[in-house]
């Protein structure tokens, strides 16, 4: 039942699910997506060992950032006029 990789966030992503000890990382993500939405930019990098939850970090954040009317960049999902989630390649 996990994520395949290139799979791109839906609305039924779930917060909160399976995200246990991202707490202060999802905080600094939202804070800087809070911080987009009011015109100021910057850049993000999530990096880290294989397997430590990178892809779902991303993925949560991507949905919060739909759910918010922003396009966002997910390799392999549809346009963002369909959904909100725009393909990067």
């Known amino acids: 039942m996990g994520e395949r990789h290139g799979t791109p ?11 246990v000890g991202r707490e202060f990382e999802l905080a ?11 015109g100021k930019g910057g850049v993000l990098f999530l990096v ?5 939850g990178k892809s779902r ?10 759910r918010r009317g922003l396009c ?8 963002c006029d369909s959904g909100g989630v725009s393909s990067a390649g």
């Open 28 to 38: 600094r993500m939202r804070e800087s997506l809070d911080a987009a939405i009011m």
């Open 72 to 79: 966002v960049a997910w390799p392999g999902g549809p346009d």
């Open 57 to 66: 970090l991303a993925q949560v954040i991507a949905s919060d950032s739909a």
């Open 48 to 52: 880290g060992e294989a397997g430590i």
């Open 9 to 19: 966030p839906t609305a039924r992503t779930a917060v909160s699910a399976s995200l």
